[in-house]
């Protein structure tokens, strides 16, 4: 795997209290040999580097499929991205969203928060009543609303 750059600390940007993060959502398929401990692997794996490489975020895991919310440094997550692309865990990757907002982190806590799918509203709710900034309350929504409509539903999928 690639190294990744530098990690910067959540340094507010000049003239603003807040710092600039970039932030992705993905989605991708589980290959055939990922199993409930293969899971539990890559929970460990995330934990040992994001934190090291200034990303959080929360995986979710269900009916086969993967949905991460990643943020961070941009070339980091940039980085990690690359990666995962490259990973035959991962299958079918798709890229639902990405931004880079001056905002405070989402999830500033877990350096990767695996997520079982029926919590998932719950995690979302709970992170956006406590939401201190408009662009986290945007994030949030934005996750809520493909929630809502649908886009997750796999996740709910039982495993075959």
């Given amino acids: ?19 600039l993060l970039y932030n992705l959502v993905y989605c991708s398929t589980a290959s055939a040999a990922v199993d409930a401990a293969a899971v539990d692997e890559i929970v460990a794996q995330a934990r040992r580097n994001n934190a090291a ?12 499929v993967f949905f991460q919310w990643l943020e961070g440094p941009r070339d980091n997550v940039s980085q990690l991205f690359t990666n995962l692309r490259k990973d035959p865990r991962h299958q079918s990757i798709v890229l639902l ?14 350096d990767m928060e695996l997520v079982e799918p029926p919590q998932i509203r719950d995690v979302l709710e709970d992170a956006l009543d406590s939401a201190q900034d408009a662009g986290n309350e ?3 929504r934005r996750m809520l609303e493909q929630l ?13």
């Avoid at 880079?100 to 806590?109: N, T």
Wanted: charged share 20%; proline share 15%; net charge negative.
């Fill in 97 to 110: 969203s990405e931004d880079e907002e001056i905002r405070e982190r989402l999830f500033p806590a877990w």
């Fill in 53 to 64: 490489h200034g990303i959080t975020g929360l995986l979710v895991f269900g009916g086969g």
């Fill in 138 to 140: 945007k994030a949030l």
């Fill in 1 to 19: 795997m690639s190294r990744f750059p530098f990690v910067p600390s959540d340094e507010p940007i000049p003239g603003h209290p807040l710092p």
């Fill in 148 to 160: 809502d409509a649908g886009a997750l539903r796999m996740l709910q999928q039982p495993l075959p």
